[in-house]
């Protein structure tokens, strides 16, 4: 019932500039904390940048300064702006979305499907 749909993925060089959105649509209450993580080829899924309900936001020391975690509270949207691209940010990129919904009284974590982003040098 719930789903998280992510856009924005694609290919870039070196320096460039893509900007990830994730929607989440469905019987939801209310969205509590939000995360971008990153899975690359031959490695483990890693937490890139988080953004809590008040706004705080926390990065991964590999992203610092090059990337930005925003969210939209009335449109249920977390956006990743990810400037300076490396080729070691090539990956597919998660949102990771806490919610409440009509079924449950806690909050739980969803997933969106993932976007490829592939930097080329």
């Known amino acids: 019932q719930v789903q998280l749909v992510e856009s924005g993925g694609g290919l870039v060089q070196a320096g460039g500039s893509l900007r990830l959105s994730c929607r989440a649509s469905g019987d939801i209450l209310s969205v509590s904390s939000m995360y971008w993580y990153r899975q690359a080829p031959g490695k483990q899924r890693e937490l890139v940048a988080a953004i809590t309900s008040g706004g705080s936001t926390n990065y991964a020391d590999s992203v610092k300064g090059r990337f930005t975690i925003s969210r939209d509270n009335v449109k249920n949207l977390v956006y990743l702006q990810m400037n300076s691209l490396k080729p070691e940010d090539t990956a597919v990129y998660y949102c990771?979305?806490?919610?409440?919904?009509?079924?449950?009284?806690?909050?739980?974590?969803?997933w969106g499907q993932g976007t490829q982003v592939t930097v080329s040098s």
């Open positions: 990771n979305l806490y919610l409440v919904i009509r079924e449950h009284i806690k909050v739980v974590g969803y």
